[in-house]
């Protein structure tokens, strides 16, 4: 089954960064992955396979004084997955 992760650098006011979803250890090798922006999707991710067994889904998302608290979650469909596998992360801004 495919795993994921979203790596990404502490949040600074106004920088603005890439974050990106790790999906690794599936097969076949079709995979869907997509990102939300407190559960609305955006269509500005993109996605690039990494080798065989893995694939990144890179987000621009800029931190601002507003954001703070928003939750942003990758999103990944697989054949082998009954359900979407979700990962979740919620924008903390210093």
């Known amino acids: 089954l495919p795993s994921a992760a979203i790596l990404y650098e502490p949040f600074k006011l106004n920088v603005q960064q890439i974050l990106t979803c790790r999906v690794w ?29 893995a694939v990144e889904s890179k987000f621009l998302f800029l931190p601002e004084a507003e954001t703070r608290g928003t939750e942003l979650s990758c999103e990944v469909q697989h054949k082998t997955l009954p359900d979407p596998l979700v990962r979740t992360l919620l924008v903390q801004i210093p």
């Open 25 to 53: 250890g599936f097969y076949p090798e079709s995979i869907t992955v997509n990102w939300f922006v407190n559960g609305t999707r955006v269509e500005r991710a993109t996605v690039r396979r990494v080798n065989g067994s």
